[in-house]
Each structure stands twice: as structure tokens, then as C-alpha cells.
């Protein structure tokens, strides 16, 4: 602070010739007392002649701050009388004093240059008059400005300025010190130095000031703001800090804090791999420092509840005992060797090999022939647990890897779901009806399904929900399908395929009485002795009451006659019940199918082909007729393109080969044929029905019948070649269901019949052809009267 002190009032300046202090950076105003540092020589002796003598100099800014050595034209014109108060040498030559500013001066004339300079000035008298109202209202204006600047502002000490200001009377000098107080530049203090008139210089005065007061207020507004923004964060935390207190005083143990380290706690025993824990570990930060309330504590929490709780360690230890395998194996299942020997195969590597990768199975077959059952078997065998997923109509990518977390109420996929609910990492793990997948918008599921099933990837599967791998590699998945051929082959290509074609008519007996029986005795809570079944009342059962390559729906006729025996136990009626293949209909009614055998071929023109679906084999009957007409081929009963085509090229055949087959050459000219595949309802499609067509054809127009116990299959060339078709195994399975006795089969689908069981090769006549021309031998018997077809 620059000090206000009294100011001599006369001055006894001979010559009126003074020594000039030129100043670098400081303008002194009349009555005003500052420090200032000399450094210069020459203004060094300028301080040491002066202090012996009057004590009196001119102190005047010098134009340039850099000059060293400033001259005559280097000095402002006006400047200010002051007297050295005190003054101080330093060892280094620099001279500290204490100048009291007396008079505004105007130097008249410079009279000496060595080794200071001089000169003579003329002092430059403030006017004084009394104040008038205006001037004191502006005075006060002023005061009251500065009062709000000294207040604002950290380098203008408070109280003192603010009350020596309010005692200066005059408004010269209160804007002198005014003036002095503010960090003006030293242009503008020069230029308040050299404004005389006191009023004008009070007004120029205010006009910096309040400059100054807009600096001030921004900058205390900027600081504010700063300020404000790290309270926030820091008024919480002391506020948590306090509630945690607060709580404690009252003996409540804080539940947060508790679940918090709760949730460390099983993080750090969950065996998690180190990305996940680091996951687990940044989300239980974020949920620490969120309140309970907040929506996304839920949400954290239970992403956490989920990590956590998959096994990821956990697994249970396989069971390496093959014949006690073997034995649970053929405890819940008749038959199926090959695939329980894949299984004990399996067992026996790893017995060999501890890290074997578990094999991707998948069970091919019809509905109903134990592919998921023989799953939960094989689960118990190895002694893992069992999950089961269906995947027929899923067409969300999501339903297999879950949502992201960012969804609202988003969940693991099933995959992950299925492994939590197992509480184990290495499950017989079955996907149902892979064959069933779908593909749309929501992303592709197969594609998805691939990275579980694919033994390079399945290692590190990514759930979206997750959001960190997890290691599938121990599971072993097993899928199941009807069919193959909709199964997407990249898929197809991880698995290792294992068929189960269905069982003939011996084989379901004894799954029958060796399985299902006993198994719906239980289950209706029946003993053995209560009840008597026979094994041609179960024979019927299959053949005339169900139809079907599995066992599931003679399970279900016989729970059937079950429930009906349980329900007279539960009267009071008295068994054994005696159930045989006369008084079966009592219990399940009338037979549900005739063999069609009997009355199907008395009339030409009708030939039984064998067809694959995915059902398993059926039996077809193909009918041809023909009326009068010109050259019209009717075809009927949703016969797809392949089939349609069989059936032109057997009518091609036959119109050429008519001489040879004794037929009316001009046949078609007169007349139209119709071919028919009864079921229309059921879309048929292929080219094995080739042969049967011809067969039919060819005994429409001979009127020769087709033996009735002889089914064929193969596709026809236009020259009469029987070419090999495929699903021999299902059709002939199919054909001994219906009892029929000769199949007539391509000569190159010998080698397919090595896959059935013996029984079945014994009980049936395999005949094997190259041409038509054998299967018409073979498949065509007695002549019909001529009168007879005559009179049709
Ligand atoms: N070889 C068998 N021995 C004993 N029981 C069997 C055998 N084959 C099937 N079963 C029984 O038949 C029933 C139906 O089998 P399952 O449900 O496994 O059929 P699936 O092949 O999975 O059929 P879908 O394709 O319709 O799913 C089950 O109760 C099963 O135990
Ligand atoms: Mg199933």
C-alpha cells in the first residue's frame, strides 16, 4: 500500500533547481509515500548528495522502461516533487528509500546532465475550493466503489485503505490515492498525473475503478464456480462419512457395507478367470459407491449375482468305470449298440487322456426312438449332471448368447443359464432339434450355436450378458435332429453323426416288455403281479394301433391300459388283470390301422413304393388310371418337381417300350392317365418312387395286378435303368412294419442293407435289379380277364 501522509506546505527551493530520479516503473502522486529501489550509479550519488542535503527531488517517469541511461527527451515532462524519507544502502551498491510524493511538477528546463541530471521546475499548485454537493456526491460515488474493490479484491489491504480514503477531504488527492492503489498501467498514472484539474481527475479515477470492479467481480466468479464444482463431490463424501458414523454410534451395522463384502468375498472364491474377476471387481467399485436406491444398482447387482454364481470351477468327477457305464447304459435302453459303444469309447480315452475334449454327438432320427433319453443316460453313466435346451423356432441369436447389458432386464443366453443351472462346468449338455433352428433379423442362432459347438472356439465363449468368456471346452454337447438335411452344414460339419433309424416290430416288443412296461407300472403305481399283458396283446398294439419308427406312442397305448387297471385297483377290483390280443379293444378301442395289403392291389394299376421322411420309412401306394381322352397327364396328391418328373420319364418309358410290354401302341392318343399318390395331403418329393410308378403304369395297361406283399424303390432312367436311392435303411424297416414280404431294391443299394439287424435280412426277400424289365417280373403276377377290363 501506498501511504497518504501531510504534505509541507511551503517549500524553500532555491533556484526552484532540483536533482531529477528518473523511474523505471512507478508513478509518485503528491502525498502519497513509497518504497523505491535504486540501482542506476548515476541515481545511486543522485540519493547520496540529496540525503545529506534539503532531501528534496523530482522523481519522473522515464518514457521507456528498457532505457538505462535515460536523457532529456527520455523523460515525461510532468512529474512529482517528493522528499526522501528514509533510505538504506545495500552491500551490493542498491539503495532502498522511502519518498514522500509533495507537489505535481512541470520541469521548466534542464540545467544539468553530470553526473545527474537537474533541473528547473516550476510546482504545480491543487486549486482549493470548497466542495460542492456534486463533488461530494461524487467523491462518495467513488468511495463507495473502492469500499466494493478493496473488498474484492486480495491485494488492496481492507480496513486501513478503505478508512484512510474515507478521511481524505479533498477530491484531488483522494483520487491521487485512489490512483495509487489500483494496478493501473504507468501510462495511465501518467496520465492521471498530468490531469490538474481535481474534478476531471475524480472522474477518470472512477472510470478505472470501475473497470477494475468488473475484473474483480469475474474473477471472484470464475473462483466461485471452481470452487462450487469440487464442493459438490466433496460435501457427499463428508456426508457419507457422517451417515456411516452416525450409524455406527447407533450400534446399525451398515448392510451395505456388509453386501459389498459379502459380494468380495464370493468373487474371490468363485475361481473366476482374471478377466472376469477384473470385470467383477470394477463393477462391485462402481457399486460401492451407489446408493441402494439408484436403478443401476440393481442392475450391477445382479450382473455380479450372475458371475458369481456360474460354475466356473465346479465339475463334477466323471465316472471311468466302463462296465459299470456299460451297465447303466443298457439298463435304460434296449438295443442301440453302436451309440453306447461310441460313449464307452469315449470313456475309455479319457481313461487314457484326462484332457479329452468332450465329442459333439448328434442323434439322428424319427420322433420317438430314444435320442433324448439316451442323452439323460449317458449323463448318468459318466456321472455328470444333465441339461436339455430345445432350439426348434429359435430364431434370436439372443435366445444362445443373451443380451447385452445395456437392455433393459437382459439375461444370460441359455447356454450360460443351462451351465448355472447344471452348478457344473463339464454337463452332458443336449441341444434338442437342431434340425429346427431358424434365421431372421434378430441375428442368426446357428452361427452362434457354431462358436458353442466348435472345439477351436468353445474354449472362450462370449455370452453378451457376461461380457467375458467362459470356457465351454469340458461340456459335453449332444444335439438331436430328425432329419439332417436342414441342419446348416457348417454346424453339421462340428458333429459326429450317429443314426437311430427306428426299431422293427421284434425290437419294440422287447423295449416294450423289458422297458416301457415295467416303467408305467411305476408310474401308475401298480406292482407287476397286479397284471398280465401278453406279448401278442402288445404285438397288436404296435402294429394295429400305432404306427410310428419310435416307441412313443406304444408307451403311450400301454399307459393307457394302465391307468385303466389302476383306476378298477382303486375300486376295490382284485387282479391280476389278464390283457391279451382278444380283449385289447376293451381298453383301447377299436384297432386304429388296417393293413391296407389285403384290398389295396386287387385292381391293376396300383404299385406300393417305399418312401423316407423323417417320421421314418412309410409305405406308398401309387395309383395310375387312365379314361378316354388325348395325351393328358394328370398328376395328383402334392407331388414335388423331382417326383413329377419320375413320373413323366415312367410314362416315356412305358409309351416306348409298349410293343415290347404287349400295350396298345396309340394308348395315349386315346387316352389320359392320372397318376395319384394318396395322403395328398402330405407334400412328397424325390426321385425314388420312379420304379413303383412305372410298375403301376404298366399294370394299368396290361391289367396285370402287382403282387401285394412286394414293395419297391429305386429311380427310373428313360431307358429303363434302375438307378440307387438313398434312406434304405428307414424303408425297409418301414415295409417289414407292414408285413410286407419282398422288397424289390437297386442293384447298387446292396452294400446298405449290412446295416440292419439280422432278424430283419432273414425275414425278408431282397430282390436286387438293374432294369425295369426285372422289376416288372418280379412285381407283376396274374392277368386279369380281358372281359373284365373290358367292362371297366
Ligand atoms: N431303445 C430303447 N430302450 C428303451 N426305451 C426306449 C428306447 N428307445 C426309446 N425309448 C423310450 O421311448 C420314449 C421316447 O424317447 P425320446 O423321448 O428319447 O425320443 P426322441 O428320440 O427324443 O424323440 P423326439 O425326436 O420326438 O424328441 C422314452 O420314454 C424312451 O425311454
Ligand atoms: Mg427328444
Not at 213 to 228: A, F, G, Y
Not at 315 to 333: F, G, P, R, W, Y
Not at 521 to 531: F, T, V
Amino acid at each position: 500500500m501506498f501511504e497518504q501522509g501531510t504534505v509541507d506546505v511551503e517549500l524553500n527551493i532555491p533556484n526552484k533547481e532540483i536533482p531529477i530520479l528518473p523511474l523505471r516503473d512507478i508513478v509518485v502522486f503528491p502525498g502519497i509515500t513509497v518504497p523505491i529501489t535504486v540501482g542506476r550509479p548515476t541515481s545511486v550519488k543522485l540519493v547520496d548528495d540529496v540525503s545529506i542535503g534539503d532531501k528534496l527531488c523530482g522523481l519522473v517517469l522515464q518514457k521507456k522502461k528498457t532505457e538505462e541511461d535515460p536523457q532529456y527527451e527520455n523523460l515525461y515532462k510532468f512529474g512529482t516533487l517528493a522528499r526522501i524519507v528514509k533510505m538504506f544502502k545495500l552491500p551490493t551498491n542498491t539503495v532502498y528509500l522511502l519518498a514522500q510524493g509533495l507537489e505535481r511538477i512541470e520541469i521548466e528546463k534542464f540545467v544539468q546532465k553530470e553526473p545527474y541530471i537537474k533541473a528547473q521546475i516550476k510546482t504545480i499548485k491543487e486549486e482549493q475550493k470548497p466542495n460542492t454537493p456534486e463533488i461530494e456526491a461524487r467523491m462518495r460515488n467513488l468511495l463507495h466503489q473502492f469500499q466494493k474493490a478493496v473488498s474484492l479484491s486480495p491485494k488492496i489491504p481492507e480496513e486501513e485503505s478503505y478508512i484512510t480514503a474515507i478521511n481524505i477531504k479533498e477530491p484531488g488527492r483522494l483520487a491521487d490515492f485512489i490512483v495509487a492503489n489500483l494496478p493501473l498501467t504507468t501510462q495511465e498514472q501518467q496520465d492521471i498525473l498530468e490531469t490538474f484539474d481535481p474534478i476531471e481527475r475524480l472522474n477518470k479515477v472512477s472510470v478505472f475503478l470501475n473497470k477494475e470492479l468488473e475484473v474483480l467481480k469475474l474473477q471472484s466468479k470464475i473462483q466461485e464456480e471452481t470452487k462450487s464444482k469440487l464442493g459438490k463431490a466433496q460435501r457427499e463424501y463428508f456426508l457419507r462419512q457422517q451417515l456411516e458414523s452416525i450409524r455406527k454410534e447407533l450400534g446399525e451395522e451398515d448392510e451395505h457395507a456388509i453386501e459389498i463384502k459379502e459380494l468380495k468375498k464370493q468373487i474371490e472364491e468363485s475361481g473366476m478367470t482374471p478377466d472376469a474377476m477384473k470385470e467383477a471387481k470394477r463393477e462391485l467399485d462402481r457399486l460401492d459407491k451407489l446408493p441402494p436406491q439408484a436403478a443401476e444398482y440393481h442392475v450391477i447387482r445382479t450382473y455380479l449375482d450372475w458371475l458369481v454364481s456360474v460354475p466356473w470351477k465346479k465339475s463334477t468327477k466323471d465316472n471311468l468305470d466302463i462296465e459299470q457305464a456299460a451297465k447303466v447304459l443298457n439298463e435304460d435302453h434296449y438295443d442301440l449298440d453302436k451309440v453306447k459303444d461310441r460313449i464307452l469309447e469315449f470313456l475309455a480315452v479319457r481313461k487314457l487322456k484326462k484332457d479329452t475334449k468332450g465329442p459333439i454327438l448328434c442323434f439322428i432320427g424319427p420322433p420317438g426312438v430314444g435320442k433324448t433319453s439316451l442323452g439323460q443316460s449317458i449323463a448318468r453313466a459318466l456321472g455328470r449332471k444333465f441339461i436339455r435346451m430345445s432350439l426348434g423356432g429359435i430364431r434370436d441369436e439372443a435366445e444362445i448368447r443373451g443380451h447385452r447389458r445395456t437392455y433393459i432386464g437382459a439375461l444370460p443366453g441359455n447356454i450360460i443359464q443351462g451351465i448355472r443351472r447344471a452348478g457344473t462346468n463339464n454337463p452332458v449338455f443336449m441341444l434338442d432339434e437342431v434340425d429346427k433352428i431358424g434365421i431372421d433379423f434378430r441375428g442368426d442362432p446357428a452361427s452362434a450355436l457354431l462358436e458353442v459347438l466348435d472345439p477351436e472356439q468353445n474354449h472362450s465363449f462370449s455370452d453378451h450378458y457376461l461380457d467375458v468368456s467362459f470356457d465351454l471346452s469340458k461340456v459335453m454337447f449332444i444335439t438331436t435332429a430328425n432329419i439332417l438335411d436342414t441342419i446348416p452344414p457348417a454346424l453339421l460339419d462340428r458333429m459326429e453323426v450317429l443314426e437311430l433309424p427306428g426299431y422293427p416290430q421284434e425290437e419294440k416288443l422287447m423295449i416294450a416288455q423289458k422297458f416301457l412296461l415295467p416303467r408305467q407300472i411305476k408310474e401308475n403305481g401298480l406292482r407287476a403281479e397286479d397284471l398280465e399283458i401278453t406279448d401278442s396283446a402288445i404285438s397288436k398294439i404296435i402294429r394295429e394301433y400305432t404306427r410310428e419308427a419310435g416307441v412313443r406312442n406304444v408307451e403311450r397305448e400301454i399307459a393307457n391300459i394302465l391307468r385303466k387297471i389302476a383306476k378298477e385297483t382303486a375300486k376295490g377290483k382284485k387282479g391280476p388283470f389278464k390283457v391279451n390280443d382278444k380283449n385289447i379293444a376293451s381298453y383301447l378301442g377299436p384297432v386304429k390301422f388296417f393293413s391296407e395289403m389285403a384290398e389295396r392291389t386287387s385292381e391293376p394299376g396300383v404299385a406300393t413304393g417305399l418312401a423316407w421322411t423323417p417320421q421314418g420309412g412309410e409305405i406308398l401306394f401309387i395309383e395310375a388310371n387312365k379314361m378316354s381322352g388325348k395325351k393328358g397327364l394328370t398328376l395328383t396328391g402334392q407331388l414335388g418337381q423331382t417326383m413329377q418328373e419320375s413320373a413323366k420319364a415312367a410314362l416315356s418309358y412305358v409309351r416306348s417300350k409298349a410293343k415290347r410290354l404287349k400295350i396298345d401302341e396309340n394308348f395315349f392318343e386315346k387316352n389320359d392317365i392320372h397318376i395319384h399318390v394318396p395322403q395328398g395331403a402330405v407334400p412328397k418329393d424325390g426321385p425314388s418312387a420312379g420304379v413303383a410308378m412305372a410298375t403301376s403304369l404298366v399294370s394299368l395297361l396290361t391289367g396285370k395286378l402287382v403282387k401285394y406283399d412286394v414293395a419297391m424303390t429305386g429311380e427310373i432312367t428313360l431307358k429303363g435303368k434302375v438307378l440307387p436311392v438313398g434312406g434304405i435303411k428307414e424303408k425297409v424297416l418301414a415295409a417289414s412294419r407292414a408285413q410286407i414280404k419282398e422288397i424289390i431294391l437297386p442293384e447298387k443299394n446292396e452294400k446298405d442293407l449290412e446295416e440292419l439287424p439280422n432278424h430283419i435280412r432273414k425275414q425278408l426277400k431282397f430282390t436286387f435289379v438293374k432294369n425295369l424289365d426285372e422289376v416288372l417280373a418280379h412285381a407283376l403276377n396274374r392277368t386279369r380277364k380281358p372281359e373284365n377290363r373290358k367292362q371297366k
